[in-house]
């Protein structure tokens, strides 16, 4: 059995899987498997038992969110849906657009594995507006699907009606932010929910609802075909499965590998990545998107899975990194994160809607050298303010501040010295690198 | 007032608009719920979403224009002004940042004569910025008319510009 469920095919068509590929290929028939032979509680437990977790950032368990929704008589008269979180806009990130535009039945055949799973009717494939290759590919492979029985009226045969719809989303960034997200499915303002309840519960139109990431569904069909133990053993450590990992920045090979869950940093960066390139040295990296707090030297030895990053202080997040290199000055690059979180913020509590573009100017005054001293102290406690957990409404500020508070906590030297010398130390190391590209 | 005055009155939509909405209500339980995808049909065709579009919007989904407009004026996507013939947007996010996306919005900036949000005198291009493009291994990258355009270095533009009239 293979070891890279996710890839294979691609890595086998040399490009863009199409539907007869991915039959011969053994596609559909975990479909077809889980809708004829099994209950949903069936296809809930084999995906609870294999560990699968979110890969979109959090990391929660699929199988029990799955448990969540009320199945039978209890979920009530009404649609439920699956929701694919196809919105990829975590900065850093570039994943799920290679899945869905090179292997996009694999995304239809687990979201169809899932809608069963919960008692669903309907998915929805919430895609980034901009994803339009992924939207062409998609389009094409569910009318390929629909035309061949698996979804639809009679999806696989099994007198179900499953229905595979994509929504081209409007924008922004709080979309992915999972009740936003349902919010703008409806064609709403994407503004986060009060939770409880939650989705399962009370999701899309009212109605119980799922929402999960696109790799994460992508593993949903070889964890069916294949058993939760095989999963289970893919990975090196604690946790299941492969991932896509992901290296962007100044090293020599930027691209997309899929490894083993517990691959160690290290070796994505120096043996996949090819390490820095001629001139650049290591500062730093982000090690799942824009919203995952920095590692640095010391961390470079740790296995990249959820609880090991975690004890770091930081999240694997969507496990697609950016590598800072010395060039880079950590209080302009804080400045620019801290740009995108104060556009993107939906704008409904304070602290986040004027909190954010405050810290954004302070940094700006920092790196202009109009910085005074005090001024990391200010910075800090409104972070801390800014980022507890509870003080705003959603978790979007919180995921601001984890960027911000761990550049200052590894580079407070490089903070302090913007306000010291009234400007930015590493001002002729940028120039001398931007004069040699 | 006749009835006919009166809905001479409702700004109209194109027979062919009309029919890519109505199809998008297939999916959704109720019509004001394919609101997003009426404003992207709208712009597809005509570049941006006018008031008059809003109201024609709102009047085919029996929903309020107040409440098309609040959708429309949160996402960054649909466009409330007119537009150049071809959009151009450069990612400003943090691994375009890092290969140096300052740099290209600079060279931008100069060549098109516009600051970000502005439209060339010609009408040929807008210039925005846009959040990350899920192309950071190809950084700096840009999206003209939604097509990508990778490993964008500013001496490039030029010939990049020319496919564009």
């Given at each position: 059995m293979t070891d890279k469920p996710l890839t294979e095919r691609i890595a086998a068509a040399g490009g863009a899987v199409d539907l007869a590929a991915y039959e011969r290929a053994g596609g559909y028939a975990a479909a077809r498997d889980a809708l004829t032979k099994m209950s949903p509680k069936d296809v809930q437990e084999i995906v609870k038992s294999s560990n699968l977790r979110g890969r979109?950032?959090?990391?929660?368990p699929t199988g029990q969110k799955w448990s969540f929704v009320p199945l039978g008589a209890a979920a009530g008269p009404g649609h439920r849906y699956l929701v694919c979180n196809a919105d990829e806009m975590e900065p850093g990130t570039f994943k799920d657009r290679f899945l869905m535009e090179h292997d996009p039945h694999m995304l239809v055949e687990g979201a169809l594995i899932a809608a069963f799973a919960i008692g669903a009717d309907r998915a929805f494939i919430f895609l980034r507006g901009e994803y339009l290759g992924c939207e062409r590919a998609l389009s094409r492979a569910i009318a390929e699907a629909t035309a061949r029985g698996y979804v639809g009226a009679n999806a696989c045969g099994s007198g179900l009606e499953i229905e595979v719809a994509v929504h081209m989303s409007g924008g922004r960034y709080i979309c992915g932010e999972e009740t936003a997200l349902l919010n703008a499915l409806e064609s709403r303002r994407a503004q986060p929910r009060t939770k409880p309840p939650f989705p399962p519960v009370s999701g899309a139109w009212g109605r119980p609802s799922v929402v999960n990431n696109v790799e994460t569904l992508c593993n949903v069909p070889a964890i069916v075909r294949n058993g939760a133990e095989w999963f289970k053993k893919?990975?090196?450590?604690?946790d299941a499965g492969t991932k896509l990992f992901g290296v962007s920045g100044r090293v020599k090979k930027p691209g997309l590998w899929e490894l083993p869950m517990g691959t160690p940093i290290r070796e994505i960066l120096?043996?996949?990545?090819?390490?820095?390139?001629?001139g650049y040295r290591f500062k730093g990296l982000l090690p799942g998107g824009a919203s995952t707090d920095f590692l640095v030297e010391?961390?470079?030895?740790?296995?990249?899975?959820y609880g090991t990053i975690q004890a770091a202080g930081s999240r694997m997040g969507t496990g697609t990194m950016t590598v800072i290199d010395h060039t880079v000055c950590i209080v302009d690059l804080s400045r620019n994160l801290q740009h995108f979180f104060a556009q993107e913020s939906c704008g409904f509590c304070t602290p986040c809607r004027e909190g954010l573009p405050w810290l954004e100017r302070l940094l700006a005054d920092l790196e202009a050298g109009n910085g005074a001293p005090g001024d990391l102290g200010v910075i800090e406690e409104n972070a801390q303010l800014i980022g507890v957990p509870g003080n705003t409404f959603c978790l979007h500020a919180t995921g601001a501040i984890e960027p911000l508070a761990s550049a200052i906590k590894y580079f407070r030297d490089e903070f302090e010295a913007h306000i010291k010398q009234r400007g930015c130390p590493l001002r002729d190391v940028r120039a001398a690198a931007a004069a040699g590209r | 007032m006749s009835s006919t005055n009166a809905n001479a009155l409702i700004p109209t939509l194109s027979p062919v608009e009309t029919a890519a909405i109505n199809a998008e209500l297939a999916h959704v339980p109720d019509p004001a719920s394919a609101t997003i995808e009426a404003l992207r049909i709208v712009q597809r065709h005509r570049g941006w979403v006018s008031d008059q579009s809003i109201a024609a919007i709102a009047h085919l989904l029996g929903t309020s224009a107040a409440s098309v407009d609040s959708v429309a004026t949160f996402y960054n996507l649909i466009f409330r002004k007119p537009v150049g013939r071809h959009v151009v947007m450069y990612c400003d996010s943090v691994s375009c940042y890092v290969m140096g996306c300052d740099a290209l919005r600079a060279e931008l900036v100069r060549k098109l004569g516009v600051e970000p949000g502005g439209t060339t005198a010609d009408g040929r291009f807008t210039l925005l910025p846009i959040v990350c493009l899920g192309a950071c291994d190809h950084a700096p990258a840009m999206m003209i008319d939604g097509e990508l355009v990778l490993d964008v270095a500013p001496p490039m533009l030029d010939s990049i510009f020319g496919r564009y009239a």
């Open positions: 979109g950032g959090a990391g929660f893919l990975g090196l450590g604690t120096e043996v996949h990545a090819g390490g820095m390139q001629p010391q961390h470079l030895d740790l296995p990249m899975e | -």
